[in-house]
């Protein structure tokens, strides 16, 4: 799992706000599947570690690998793909032309690798910058991206903008909304559905916070045959950055509900008891610590025990004493 | 350690199998052998590795410089001359692609190779001779991870089938030139993957296709003990189809998918050679 928010998410987000203007819409809200909690047992716990630190990276700037072989697209693709938009469409504010307030205009791009995208803004101003309720929607059309092909539609909303993004301080608030956004290439494909709310809030200099909040958001994939659905309820991760000698240090929480495919499907809660702490030059947080909770008062205790390693424990019976546990690697997990 | 490697090349059961068909089929029971000899080649080529979409766009691709050593063994059995080879090349190609969140990188792979190839050639006339050549390869590519991104390591193992035509022709004293040309394919290989976050795996490749020239100038072996020098330029391009994408899982979860693209290698080398 890696929380390297920091600087990789937050200038990237804020370099491109900067692009736009200054600050408000709501994002959509997808039907809740109804799912009981899973008995977390010995097992399944490893599994339950697993999915859990896969669902934070789902949000997070991490690295990956380098492709060899053609990989079915991550979930971090379509995410990826959604943060860009941000930039691109903040760039076509500045251009629209100048039309009646509220009236929207559309275009269409060719995607660097083929395919097209074609967004419509509204900028409710009429002003050319990215004020409050101002909104754009994308779709795309065989859009090749990111190393994948892109299809379906994304919407944005700026809820809130404010401050001077060249500088230190600074706030903002997005809402991005995924309709049957899909990656595919040549060794499978990653759908997703849902809305993510980005908070961003800069407070001084290499100091500020990022707060995802996601009611719900399922990401689904297929490979040859084999389907993969997991969703995030009421999911909220929230990472503060500051200052750490030369670079930034990062702590973050992670907070709500996940229900997997694999997991039966039934549900499992984390909750963030101490949050994880990573250092700039760190691709893992070497310290912190999360439970996972299931039926009948089973648990799963994820510790950071460096960088390099994590520690899961079991408490099936729920009485507890953790019965049960297996130091792994962070890269084996997440 | 070429002799060492050939023991682990991919394939050695059909090499060898193939070996003692061809050797029971067209070597009769007390056929006149000359005395065997040994060649061995030291050189280096320039490798190109691309890798393309099922719509022909490129995903990534390699280029670098390999070294290249082979040892061969040549036997002259009831008029068809055989040779048992075996080549490591080993080097760095620049890679520029892309990591799995889509992110553009450039880093580099490391390459190393081994080749067992078995080939008999038949004489046509005085100058010509038709050749068929089996061979088994295993490619080991480990590419480099970059800041954040990882790296891994894969290993192709592939066999192929080939058909060609030689000329040799007189150039003066002692002084021989050959030329050569080779067409050839083979079934679909295997891909040894293991990726970050998810269980071994191994997939399935495409088949292959293959065209080879190769051109060498030979001197020196005005006896039977006296050696033999060589030079010789080579040029070989493969094109493998797209293998079936597969699933990959780490503790029975999905964790994603892979395939091995289309892809298209190409290699120009140039060796020198030394025969007893």
Redesign the interface.
Known sequence: MSFAIKSKISLAFLVLLAACGGGGGDGGVMPVPAATPLAITATNYEAVAQQAVTATTYLMDTGGFVTGAQLAPREQVLINFSRAQITRLGRLFAVAPRLATGAATTETQVCSGGGSLSSTINDVAGNQMVDAGDSASVVASNCVEFGATINGAMSIEFRAVSGNFDGDVYSATVVMTLSNLQASTGAGQVSGNGSITLALVGSGFNTGSLDMTITSLTMTGQVAGVNETLTLQDWRIVSNFSPSGAGIITRTTVNGTLISAALAPQSVTVATVTPFVQSGSSAYPASGQFIASGANGSKLRVTAQSATTVLIELDADGNNVYEASRTRLWSDLG | MPGRAAVHVAGRTVAGGALALLCGTAMPAHAACAPPGVVLAAGAEHSRWR?L???G?P??HEQGTLATLSLALDLACAGIDWRLAVEQAAGRRA?D???????A?A?H?RIARTTLELTAWVPLTDTWAAGVRLGARQLE?D??????????A?RFRDGQLAAGLRQISGLGPGLRGTAELWLGAGPAGR?A?Q???SDATV?RLGSSRLLQAALALHGGGHDANSTVWGLQLNYRRERFG?G?????M????????????QTQQSALALQATLGW
């Not at chain 2, 692609?97 to 992110?103: I, K, L, Q």
């Not at chain 2, 590419?143 to 891994?152: L, M, Q």
């Not at chain 2, 503790?251 to 693209?261: D, E, K, N, S």
Request: glycine residues 14%; aromatic residues 4%.
């Open positions: 890798e979409d099922a719509k766009r995903l990534l890679y692609g892309r990591s799995t969140t889509g992110t990188l880093t792979s590519r590419i480099a991870g970059v800041g954040a991104v990882s790296g891994y894969e891909l993957l990726l970050p976050q997939l797209a079936p994408a597969q699933p990959l780490r503790q029975g979860l999905l964790v994603g998918g892979a395939a091995q693209p």
